[in-house]
């Protein structure tokens, strides 16, 4: 099946300081998506991002396909943000069931 | 805006005892899965529904899992024996047209 692989797996910023967290994939995909797991465990979404780039206020994520990889941004990081990101890529091609990374688990201190 | 909700959001339950784990999924939405996520893991897929049959399952999926659709707005997932091994966040999904919505997440405990 598809191997995603995100990095780093941990992360601690400072309030304010800006991020990079990488996903890379080992096939081509129809569907990639983004999610920030809060502390309650819900998973939000975050983006959509099959390919290109889209932006969302301090969030940004761009997705490289023929590469592999997708990046998500964040920016201006508050505490707020902290808990895990998982990237999640398609499946199968029949139930479209999407296959999550180990996610990156982030920390924003005050 | 819609949202897919679970019900319950905690549940407790004894080794060897039958748990449903309930859902109500986006109502245009025509693929409904289950996912689980073990304390400190990552999430797993066990299973997608579409058109009112199982279109894909994980080797998570065993005999011992089994969905449903009982009617036009409820999806369940049923687990006949619980392990101990069982106890983990659960989460329905549903598709849109392009991306997958999550529920909040039952968190069941086997003890």
């Known amino acids: 099946g598809i191997q995603v692989e995100q990095s780093p797996p941990d992360l601690i910023l400072q309030e304010g300081a800006n991020s990079t967290l990488r996903c890379n994939f080992s096939?081509?995909?129809?569907?990639l998506q983004w999610f920030h797991q809060n502390p309650w465990g819900q998973l939000i979404n975050l983006f959509y991002?099959?390919?290109g780039t889209k932006q969302n206020g301090r969030l940004s994520a761009t997705t490289v396909a023929t590469e592999r990889y997708s990046l998500l941004y964040i920016s201006s990081s508050q505490t707020t943000d902290s808990g895990v990101y998982f990237c999640a890529v398609d499946y199968s091609n029949s139930g479209y069931a999407l296959n999550f990374g180990k996610g990156t688990s982030l920390l924003v201190t005050p | 805006e819609p949202e897919v909700t679970q019900t319950p959001s905690h549940q407790v339950t004894q080794m060897g005892q039958e748990v449903i784990l309930r859902c109500v999924p986006i109502s245009n939405h025509l693929y409904f899965y289950w996912y689980r996520q073990i304390l400190g893991q990552k999430v797993e897929f066990l299973v997608s529904f579409y058109n009112n049959e199982i279109s894909e399952k994980s080797e998570i999926f065993d005999d011992q899992f089994s969905v449903e659709r009982p009617d036009g707005s409820n999806f369940t997932l049923k687990i006949r024996s619980t392990k101990l091994e069982d106890s983990a966040m659960y989460f329905c999904?549903?598709?849109?047209?392009?991306?997958?919505?999550f529920g909040q997440g039952t968190r069941l405990t086997v003890v």
């Open positions: 999904a549903s598709l849109g047209q392009t991306e997958a919505f």
């Open positions: 096939d081509s995909v129809n569907n």
């Open positions: 991002i099959p390919s």
